[in-house]
């Protein structure tokens, strides 16, 4: 039987329209082997720090108050091997959609597909998780199925089984995931006036040993970014 491997996927500054200069795809993964073990140990880690296990953890509710639980849930990530992250940054500014006969939902799509086909390998099997948005998640789901079967030829959906949103409260995984991606698009704009936030950012630079600016080699798997600057 193939590996499961369960990736857990969420974005920020996604919309055409927002003002911001860059937008953040990204992903946590690990085989399905490892989601309770994973689960129980984060939810171990906010009882530690005063919260219910149900309580839910995510970039835009990190606060002087609560950095220390932020940082320990960013150092679990770092030193357990069985959890990787990719993150792409696509920097909007210059993006010429009409002269490629695209819509801004198009090259989202692609970028999404771009973002996880590094992830991707023929001989596992991946169920991708969602956070649910907006009204628009479902028929978002069924079209980056649709675009990642046709683009890895597989027509049977033998690779990605499963595509699906969940509530991000429901998933921890999903959780670290947000606090991730929030930190890349963080750091990749002017502004950022928080100090808990400049102060996690920072953790992520020295456990990871990147600046978060640059990309990181294709192969590196546990912190991997990729940063997308194009007109198409």
Request: with cysteine; glycine share 4%; aromatic share 10%.
């Amino acid at each position: 039987m193939s590996q499961v491997i369960n990736v857990y996927c969420d974005e920020s500054c996604h919309l055409e329209h927002d003002r911001q200069p860059a937008m953040a795809l990204g992903a946590v993964w690990c085989s399905l082997d490892h989601v309770r073990s994973a689960t129980e140990r984060i939810r171990e880690i906010k009882a530690k720090h005063g919260l219910q296990p149900g309580s839910e953890v995510k970039w835009t509710k990190l606060s002087p108050g609560n950095l220390p639980l932020y940082l320990d849930l960013s150092d679990y990530f770092f030193d357990t091997e069985s959890l990787n992250f990719r993150c792409l940054v696509a920097h909007k500014a210059g993006l010429r959609h009409g002269d490629y006969g695209q819509t801004h939902d198009d090259w989202y799509y692609k970028m999404y597909f771009t973002m996880l086909q590094v992830i991707l390998e023929p001989h596992a099997c991946f169920r991708i998780y969602l956070d649910i948005k907006d009204t628009r998640s479902a028929a978002k789901v069924r079209h980056l199925h649709d675009v990642l079967a046709h683009n890895l030829y597989d027509f049977s959906r033998d690779i990605v089984t499963r595509v699906q949103t969940v509530r991000s409260h429901e998933s921890e995984l999903l959780q670290i995931a947000d606090i991730l991606i929030g930190a890349l698009s963080a750091a990749n704009r002017e502004g950022i006036e928080s100090p808990a936030k400049k102060a996690l950012i920072e953790r992520l630079r020295q456990r990871s040993g990147y600046s978060l600016t640059r990309s990181t080699l294709l192969r590196e798997k546990k912190f991997n970014i990729f940063h997308w600057r194009g007109t198409s």
